[in-house]
Nanobody, 124 residues
Framework: QVQLVESGGGLVQTGGSLRLSCAASGRADSPYAMGWFRQAPGKEREFVAV????????YYADSVKGRFTISRDNAKNTMYLQMNSLKPEDTAVYYCNAGAWVRIVNDRGRGGYWGQGTQVTVSS
Protein backbone atom coordinates (compact mmCIF):
# COMPACT_ATOMS: atom_id res chain seq x y z
CA GLN A 1 0.00 0.00 0.00
CA VAL A 2 1.13 3.50 -0.88
CA GLN A 3 -0.34 6.59 0.73
CA LEU A 4 -0.14 9.91 -1.09
CA VAL A 5 -0.64 13.39 0.33
CA GLU A 6 -0.71 16.49 -1.87
CA SER A 7 0.09 20.01 -0.72
CA GLY A 8 0.93 23.41 -2.13
CA GLY A 9 -2.35 24.42 -3.67
CA GLY A 10 -3.83 27.86 -3.24
CA LEU A 11 -5.09 31.02 -4.88
CA VAL A 12 -2.88 32.77 -7.41
CA GLN A 13 -3.36 35.44 -10.06
CA THR A 14 -3.11 34.81 -13.78
CA GLY A 15 0.52 34.52 -14.78
CA GLY A 16 1.59 33.45 -11.32
CA SER A 17 3.28 30.27 -10.14
CA LEU A 18 2.65 27.48 -7.66
CA ARG A 19 4.57 24.37 -6.68
CA LEU A 20 2.61 21.30 -5.73
CA SER A 21 4.09 18.45 -3.73
CA CYS A 22 3.00 14.84 -3.36
CA ALA A 23 4.50 12.96 -0.44
CA ALA A 24 4.43 9.18 -0.63
CA SER A 25 4.63 6.70 2.23
CA GLY A 26 4.23 2.97 2.56
CA ARG A 27 5.57 0.25 0.30
CA ALA A 28 4.71 -0.81 -3.22
CA ASP A 29 5.36 -4.18 -4.81
CA SER A 30 7.48 -2.62 -7.54
CA PRO A 31 8.89 0.75 -8.61
CA TYR A 32 6.13 3.01 -9.82
CA ALA A 33 5.66 5.99 -12.06
CA MET A 34 3.89 9.00 -10.62
CA GLY A 35 1.57 11.44 -12.24
CA TRP A 36 -0.62 14.46 -11.76
CA PHE A 37 -4.25 14.73 -12.74
CA ARG A 38 -6.73 17.54 -12.31
CA GLN A 39 -10.47 17.90 -12.16
CA ALA A 40 -12.32 21.13 -12.72
CA PRO A 41 -15.94 21.61 -11.58
CA GLY A 42 -18.33 19.80 -13.89
CA LYS A 43 -15.53 18.15 -15.85
CA GLU A 44 -13.90 14.76 -15.89
CA ARG A 45 -10.55 14.17 -14.28
CA GLU A 46 -7.80 14.72 -16.83
CA PHE A 47 -4.16 13.74 -17.14
CA VAL A 48 -1.59 16.50 -16.58
CA ALA A 49 1.89 14.97 -16.39
CA VAL A 50 3.77 11.78 -15.56
CA UNK A 51 7.29 10.92 -14.49
CA UNK A 52 9.04 7.57 -14.47
CA UNK A 53 10.46 5.93 -11.35
CA UNK A 54 14.00 7.11 -12.15
CA UNK A 55 12.83 10.55 -13.16
CA UNK A 56 14.45 10.14 -16.57
CA UNK A 57 11.23 10.15 -18.56
CA UNK A 58 8.43 12.67 -18.42
CA TYR A 59 5.35 13.35 -20.47
CA TYR A 60 2.86 16.22 -20.43
CA ALA A 61 -0.59 17.04 -21.62
CA ASP A 62 -0.50 19.55 -24.46
CA SER A 63 -2.40 22.06 -22.36
CA VAL A 64 0.43 22.39 -19.84
CA LYS A 65 3.50 21.66 -21.95
CA GLY A 66 6.10 24.39 -21.61
CA ARG A 67 4.46 25.82 -18.47
CA PHE A 68 4.48 22.92 -15.98
CA THR A 69 7.45 20.82 -14.89
CA ILE A 70 7.15 17.50 -13.10
CA SER A 71 9.97 16.14 -10.97
CA ARG A 72 10.57 13.70 -8.16
CA ASP A 73 13.04 13.10 -5.35
CA ASN A 74 12.99 9.45 -4.41
CA ALA A 75 15.24 10.07 -1.41
CA LYS A 76 12.43 12.21 -0.01
CA ASN A 77 9.63 10.08 -1.46
CA THR A 78 8.17 13.22 -2.96
CA MET A 79 6.97 14.31 -6.38
CA TYR A 80 6.55 17.91 -7.46
CA LEU A 81 4.69 19.93 -10.05
CA GLN A 82 6.08 23.37 -10.76
CA MET A 83 3.34 25.39 -12.41
CA ASN A 84 4.26 28.65 -14.13
CA SER A 85 2.30 31.10 -16.28
CA LEU A 86 -0.91 29.92 -14.70
CA LYS A 87 -4.20 30.58 -16.44
CA PRO A 88 -7.78 30.62 -15.13
CA GLU A 89 -8.41 27.37 -17.02
CA ASP A 90 -5.82 25.68 -14.80
CA THR A 91 -8.22 26.05 -11.90
CA ALA A 92 -9.01 22.57 -10.57
CA VAL A 93 -8.40 20.09 -7.81
CA TYR A 94 -5.03 18.50 -8.50
CA TYR A 95 -4.46 14.85 -7.61
CA CYS A 96 -1.34 12.75 -7.59
CA ASN A 97 -1.28 9.13 -8.66
CA ALA A 98 1.26 6.34 -8.29
CA GLY A 99 1.17 3.33 -10.56
CA ALA A 100 2.07 2.03 -14.00
CA TRP A 101 3.13 4.57 -16.62
CA VAL A 102 0.79 3.22 -19.26
CA ARG A 103 -2.15 3.34 -16.84
CA ILE A 104 -1.39 6.93 -15.89
CA VAL A 105 -1.09 8.13 -19.49
CA ASN A 106 -3.70 5.99 -21.21
CA ASP A 107 -6.13 4.79 -18.56
CA ARG A 108 -6.66 7.75 -16.23
CA GLY A 109 -4.50 6.24 -13.53
CA ARG A 110 -6.75 3.24 -13.11
CA GLY A 111 -5.48 0.73 -10.59
CA GLY A 112 -3.03 3.16 -9.02
CA TYR A 113 -2.92 4.92 -5.70
CA TRP A 114 -4.47 8.36 -5.27
CA GLY A 115 -4.04 11.30 -2.97
CA GLN A 116 -6.90 13.36 -1.60
CA GLY A 117 -6.28 16.35 -3.88
CA THR A 118 -5.28 19.97 -3.45
CA GLN A 119 -7.22 22.96 -4.78
CA VAL A 120 -5.59 25.34 -7.25
CA THR A 121 -7.49 28.51 -8.10
CA VAL A 122 -6.24 30.99 -10.68
CA SER A 123 -7.98 34.34 -10.67
CA SER A 124 -8.28 36.49 -13.77
Amino acid sequence: QVQLVESGGGLVQTGGSLRLSCAASGRADSPYAMGWFRQAPGKEREFVAVISWSGTNTYYADSVKGRFTISRDNAKNTMYLQMNSLKPEDTAVYYCNAGAWVRIVNDRGRGGYWGQGTQVTVSS
